[in-house]
């Protein structure tokens, strides 16, 4: 067998290997972008279900009566950023190291006065159905408006690289408190951890983990009295 033959051999073989491993690929990007997640009822029977996920945050709706309301009525689509135990306990943990610095005692979920509660809360919450891709074509992102206090925040579609292939890992949006300001320096913000959860009144984007409920504002808030 000539050098030749096996040289045209080796280079049939890589092509036809290439072009399975592009097939594969394409078919993943695919129906990652396609898949749709779905909960056969309201957001707020999703969220009570989810055991030792969001149980903190259940503890918070059961104190609110009205946004409990409004996670369960299927009159009017709302679009929920939950929040999971990771991240209320980062911002439980963040106020009473602060409140132990000034000789405060401990406070927990229970203790919260419901205001504070209310106006954090709320800026997870807005009356309109937003999935990923009502932010697609905005390249500087979009402001959205709280629920409850017509509170400005703002939303950033991304993809992440996945496997070399820039554009074709996973969907996710930057979300981010503006703090009443125009300039990014003073933004908080973080990242979701999965989004486009549809379910009969709504859609649910989860939130990271390393996400710190109130965006810092419990520490601001509750940290001096």
């Known amino acids: 067998m000539n050098m030749r033959y096996i040289y045209v051999l080796l280079c049939s073989i890589g092509l036809l290997c290439c072009a399975v491993s592009c097939e594969k690929g394409d078919d993943f990007y695919y129906n990652y972008q396609k898949?749709?997640?779905?909960?056969n009822g309201v957001i707020f029977d999703y969220i009570m279900n989810q055991k030792g996920t969001y149980d903190s945050l259940a503890i918070v709706l059961e104190r609110l009566p009205d946004l409990k309301e409004k996670l369960k009525q299927t009159e009017q689509k709302v679009t929920?950023?939950?929040?999971n135990n990771r991240s209320f306990s980062l911002a439980i943990n963040n106020l009473n190291m602060a409140r132990k610095q000034n000789g405060l005692t401990p406070m927990y979920l229970e203790d919260i006065k419901l205001d504070v509660l209310d106006s954090l809360v709320y800026r997870y919450v807005f009356d309109e159905e937003y999935p990923i891709a009502a932010f697609e074509s905005y390249l500087d992102g979009q402001s959205i408006i709280s629920s409850k206090f017509d509170y400005e925040m703002h939303a950033l579609y991304q993809v992440l690289t996945s496997s070399?292939?820039?554009?074709?890992?996973?969907?996710?949006?930057?979300?981010?408190?503006v703090n009443k300001s125009i300039y990014q320096r003073y933004w908080n913000s973080t990242t979701t951890e999965s989004?486009?959860?549809k379910t009969k009144n709504g859609v649910v984007h989860t939130l990271t983990p390393r996400h710190e409920f109130g965006f810092g504002k419990f520490t601001t808030y509750l940290s001096k009295f």
Do not use: P
Not at 35 to 39: P, R, S
Not at 80 to 83: E, K
């Open 80 to 83: 929920f950023f939950a929040v």
């Open 195 to 197: 989004v486009d959860l």
């Open 35 to 39: 898949e749709q997640q779905t909960y």
């Open 164 to 177: 070399g292939l820039v554009g074709g890992g996973q969907q996710q949006l930057m979300f981010s408190d």
